[in-house]
């Protein structure tokens, strides 16, 4: 369990003894040393920096011999462990190598894609699903491998499910059981509403009234609503697309037809007609025709419009037309062929790299390890959603005796709810200060939630010694302490985190810790822009208070951003606020220069200066060269709108000097983020 979770813990009080292993890796190391087998580990890390460097310096650290004695006092299971507390990212192929030694390479290697098979497994009672995932489509092997069996286009009908295309599926089925024809159903993950009906059809199917012929296509990405009973009793498929640039271009051109001819010339006469209005090639029009008509529908974020565009526009560029093999990356390695045959294409396809760098797409080598990152975790997710997390495992302590200790650890550490009325007894609402009412709204939904973390733990430990039923709730929480994750009925009423439970504690406490020195000792000089709950509010009151200052509407006031080198400030600035607690992730902020630059490898977020946030009217920004960095509040990147009209996780773009064009930064994926995901 420990390598699933890291185990859990709220304070370590041994200090990192390096500069190079970040915090969360030394919490976990120094839990880890708890464990029996590994007793004097931390010991031994604190006396052996410069050992266990060159392991987290490696390539290949899952390779990497560990320092002794513990290369050969731990088994291979326990060096995994040793290796997710070193270097998380390459956890991946260190299970490989694992999988390899315990059971063959086999295990490791994924089954080619076969359709006839699966077919095969089926009959007209039994439902064949594709479970997709990003970038596969099996729609296209789907369709011919029905021509091949004689169910063509009159004896196959595929329907993509959606608003009101219920009753339409359950017409094509009815039919399909009497006449024996295919039913292809797309895309159930969208049609929440019509699963249950779903389920009844495929309960009722019986031998003897459904046609022999008649097979229930379906493809779904994995969705909570989907029916268990419908999964359980069905011939699953994936097929995963292969990894690398190489790879998938090499797919795309053995697709089988690569494009349909027909609709290829139905969109090339009128594209034709249009190019012939003019005697030069409209980039500007194409890249609209591109970005904004096909693909703007489904790209609806706008940050996400602007990083698509910039892509594109690397490819809809004057040079690529006129500069011959127009390399697309420094190395020069990937370029634009002048080829016309497929064969050629084929062959310069194939002389590419098996491993895509980074810097092929304009981002930083560290995106490698960020991307590595994110595998493992979704590994250890999917594992962990596999196990019984009241299993003991090889700690010590009985799960009971772990989350009973972890509830009174918080629970002593939680200090009473906000008074209310005395805050907006000494900052009463006033016009030239709308600061007031920030503090006492944000305290009020901070009040809401250490309400209902201190009520929860507090039931567990009752639930734990039997005083109350342990329900569905209670248990989730028991659950979530137990794997080191954030409780669903906190986050419920929580501002967005994907912290491991004991920093988001941690961090919960320094946001009330930050409020209540407000309090105490009156509005701060600088402010902790990450500690608010909701910092769109923070964010008006800093212009509403400029806007009744000068008289001017608000709607037609900015931000204007001024990174400051000094730290302390003795009192606020006249105009405006002075915040800090940013993260920058995709680049770093150069103090020398006073701009945005590249990232050090291996560092994968910087911490922000002070910035001034000065308002100003719109009309008097002055244009400099910068790059419009969005403000986000977890490294997740996305949210929704919420009933106030903001994004529950996107804060603010700010603008950040630089000598780049802004296309770098797009490339890069730079934004700033109010915290990180440790």
Same mark, same amino acid.
């Given at each position: 369990?420990?390598?699933?979770?890291?185990?859990?813990?709220?304070?370590?009080?041994?200090?990192?003894?390096?500069?190079?292993?970040?915090?969360?890796?030394?919490?976990?190391?120094?839990?880890?040393?708890?464990?029996?087998?590994?007793?004097?580990?931390?010991?031994?890390?604190?006396?052996?920096?410069?050992?266990?460097?060159?392991?987290?310096?490696?390539?290949?650290?899952?390779?990497?011999?560990?320092?002794?004695?513990?290369?050969?006092?731990?088994?291979?299971?326990?060096?995994?462990?040793?290796?997710?507390?070193?270097? +998380?990212?390459?956890?991946?192929?260190?299970?490989?190598?694992?999988?390899?030694?315990?059971?063959?390479?086999?295990?490791?290697?994924?089954?080619?894609?076969?359709?006839?098979?699966?077919?095969?497994?089926?009959?007209?009672?039994?439902?064949?699903?594709?479970?997709?995932?990003?970038?596969?489509?099996?729609?296209?092997?789907?369709?011919?491998?029905?021509?091949?069996?004689?169910?063509?286009?009159?004896?196959?009908?595929?329907?993509?499910?959606?608003?009101?295309?219920?009753?339409?599926?359950?017409?094509?089925?009815?039919?399909?059981?009497?006449?024996?024809?295919?039913?292809?159903?797309?895309?159930?993950?969208?049609?929440?509403? #019509?699963?249950?009906?779903?389920?009844?059809?495929?309960?009722?199917?019986?031998?003897?009234?459904?046609?022999?012929?008649?097979?229930?296509?379906?493809?779904? /990405?994995?969705?909570?609503?989907?029916?268990?009973?419908?999964?359980?009793?069905?011939?699953?498929?994936?097929?995963?697309?292969?990894?690398?640039?190489?790879?998938?271009?090499?797919?795309?051109?053995?697709?089988?037809?690569?494009?349909?001819?027909?609709?290829?010339?139905?969109?090339?006469?009128?594209?034709?007609?249009?190019?012939?209005?003019?005697?030069?090639?409209?980039?500007?029009?194409?890249?609209?025709?591109?970005?904004?008509?096909?693909?703007?529908?489904? $790209?609806?974020?706008?940050?996400?419009?602007?990083?698509?565009?910039?892509?594109?526009?690397?490819? /809809?560029?004057?040079?690529?037309?006129?500069?011959?093999?127009?390399?697309?990356?420094?190395?020069?390695?990937?370029?634009?062929?002048?080829?016309?045959?497929?064969?050629?294409?084929?062959?310069?396809?194939?002389?590419?790299?098996?491993?895509?760098?980074?810097? $092929?797409?304009?981002?930083?080598?560290?995106?490698?390890?960020?991307?590595?990152?994110?595998?493992?975790?979704?590994?250890?997710?999917?594992?962990?959603?596999?196990?019984?997390?009241?299993?003991?495992?090889?700690?010590?302590?009985?799960?009971?005796?772990? $989350?009973?200790?972890?509830?009174?650890?918080?629970?002593?550490?939680?200090?009473?709810?906000?008074?209310?009325?005395?805050?907006?007894?000494?900052?009463?609402?006033?016009?030239?200060?709308?600061?007031?009412?920030?503090?006492?709204?944000?305290?009020?939904?901070?009040?809401?939630?250490?309400?209902?973390?201190?009520?929860?733990?507090?039931?567990?430990?009752?639930?734990?010694?039997?005083?109350?039923?342990?329900?569905?709730?209670?248990?989730?929480?028991?659950?979530?302490?137990?794997?080191?994750?954030?409780?669903?009925?906190?986050?419920?009423?929580?501002?967005?985190?994907?912290?491991?439970?004991?920093?988001?504690?941690?961090?919960?406490?320094?946001?009330?810790?930050?409020?209540?020195?407000?309090?105490?000792?009156?509005?701060?000089?600088?402010?902790?822009?990450?500690? +608010?709950?909701?910092?769109?509010? #923070?964010?008006?009151?800093?212009?509403?208070?400029?806007?009744?200052?000068?008289?001017?509407?608000?709607?037609?006031?900015? +931000?204007?951003?001024?990174?400051?080198?000094?730290?302390?400030?003795?009192?606020?600035?006249?105009?405006?606020?002075?915040?800090?607690?940013?993260?920058?992730?995709?680049?770093?902020?150069?103090?020398?220069?006073?701009?945005?630059?590249?990232?050090?490898?291996?560092?994968?977020?910087?911490?922000?200066? /002070?910035?001034?946030?000065?308002?100003?009217?719109?009309?008097?920004?002055?244009?400099?060269?910068?790059?419009?960095?969005?403000? /986000?509040?977890?490294?997740?990147?996305?949210?929704?709108?919420?009933?106030?009209?903001?994004?529950?996780?996107?804060?603010?773009?700010?603008?950040?000097?630089?000598?780049?064009?802004?296309?770098?930064?797009?490339?890069?994926?730079?934004?700033?983020?109010?915290?990180?995901?440790?």
């Amino acid at each position: 369990m420990f390598l699933l979770t890291g185990g859990v813990g709220l304070d370590n009080p041994n200090p990192n003894p390096t500069d190079w292993l970040v915090g969360k890796c030394w919490d976990e190391l120094c839990r880890l040393n708890d464990l029996p087998n590994f007793a004097g580990l931390m010991d031994h890390f604190k006396k052996n920096t410069a050992e266990w460097k060159k392991m987290f310096d490696s390539s290949e650290p899952q390779n990497h011999r560990l320092p002794a004695p513990w290369d050969t006092k731990l088994n291979l299971i326990q060096k995994l462990v040793v290796l997710r507390c070193i270097r +998380f990212d390459k956890i991946v192929p260190g299970v490989q190598n694992f999988v390899t030694d315990m059971l063959g390479k086999k295990y490791i290697e994924p089954p080619p894609f076969d359709l006839p098979s699966s077919f095969a497994d089926s009959h007209c009672c039994i439902p064949l699903i594709f479970v997709l995932t990003p970038g596969a489509d099996p729609t296209a092997v789907l369709l011919k491998f029905a021509d091949d069996q004689g169910f063509g286009a009159a004896r196959l009908f595929s329907l993509s499910l959606g608003q009101g295309q219920g009753p339409i599926a359950i017409r094509l089925i009815d039919e399909g059981v009497k006449n024996g024809t295919w039913v292809v159903l797309q895309n159930c993950h969208l049609a929440k509403s #019509f699963m249950p009906s779903l389920e009844r059809i495929c309960e009722n199917l019986t031998p003897d009234s459904t046609h022999p012929d008649f097979r229930l296509w379906l493809t779904s /990405y994995p969705a909570d609503h989907f029916p268990v009973l419908v999964l359980q009793n069905s011939v699953k498929m994936t097929n995963e697309p292969p990894k690398g640039l190489k790879n998938n271009i090499i797919r795309s051109y053995l697709s089988d037809p690569i494009s349909d001819l027909e609709w290829f010339e139905n969109c090339k006469q009128p594209l034709q007609m249009f190019l012939n209005d003019y005697e030069d090639i409209q980039y500007d029009a194409l890249l609209y025709l591109t970005g904004e008509c096909n693909y703007g529908g489904r $790209v609806t974020d706008d940050w996400d419009r602007r990083c698509l565009g910039t892509i594109l526009a690397k490819f /809809y560029c004057r040079e690529l037309v006129e500069i011959p093999e127009f390399p697309f990356d420094p190395s020069g390695k990937y370029f634009c062929p002048d080829k016309t045959e497929y064969d050629e294409f084929m062959t310069y396809t194939r002389s590419l790299p098996l491993i895509t760098n980074p810097e $092929v797409f304009g981002m930083h080598e560290n995106a490698d390890i960020m991307k590595d990152q994110q595998e493992t975790s979704l590994l250890f997710t999917s594992t962990l959603l596999t196990q019984d997390a009241m299993s003991s495992g090889s700690s010590a302590k009985s799960p009971d005796e772990v $989350v009973n200790d972890v509830a009174e650890d918080i629970l002593c550490r939680l200090p009473p709810n906000f008074d209310r009325d005395a805050a907006n007894e000494k900052f009463p609402v006033t016009y030239s200060q709308s600061m007031n009412t920030v503090l006492v709204q944000e305290m009020t939904r901070f009040n809401l939630l250490l309400t209902t973390i201190r009520t929860s733990l507090k039931n567990v430990q009752k639930a734990i010694k039997g005083q109350i039923v342990m329900s569905v709730d209670l248990e989730q929480v028991v659950t979530n302490m137990l794997t080191g994750k954030i409780p669903g009925m906190w986050m419920k009423k929580s501002y967005p985190s994907l912290k491991p439970l004991g920093s988001y504690v941690n961090d919960f406490l320094a946001r009330l810790s930050f409020l209540q020195k407000w309090m105490d000792e009156g509005a701060p000089t600088t402010f902790w822009i990450s500690g +608010f709950f909701f910092t769109q509010a #923070f964010l008006t009151g800093a212009q509403q208070n400029y806007a009744r200052k000068y008289t001017i509407p608000i709607d037609l006031l900015s +931000f204007d951003y001024e990174v400051l080198k000094g730290t302390q400030f003795p009192e606020a600035p006249a105009d405006g606020v002075y915040v800090y607690g940013l993260f920058l992730d995709g680049a770093r902020w150069n103090m020398s220069i006073m701009e945005l630059d590249e990232s050090y490898p291996k560092v994968l977020y910087d911490t922000v200066p /002070y910035i001034w946030l000065k308002p100003l009217k719109r009309s008097d920004l002055q244009e400099k060269p910068t790059y419009r960095c969005p403000v /986000y509040k977890t490294s997740e990147r996305r949210g929704v709108l919420s009933t106030t009209g903001h994004s529950t996780n996107f804060v603010i773009a700010m603008l950040l000097p630089s000598r780049q064009p802004q296309s770098h930064w797009i490339m890069r994926g730079v934004a700033m983020l109010c915290q990180l995901s440790q």
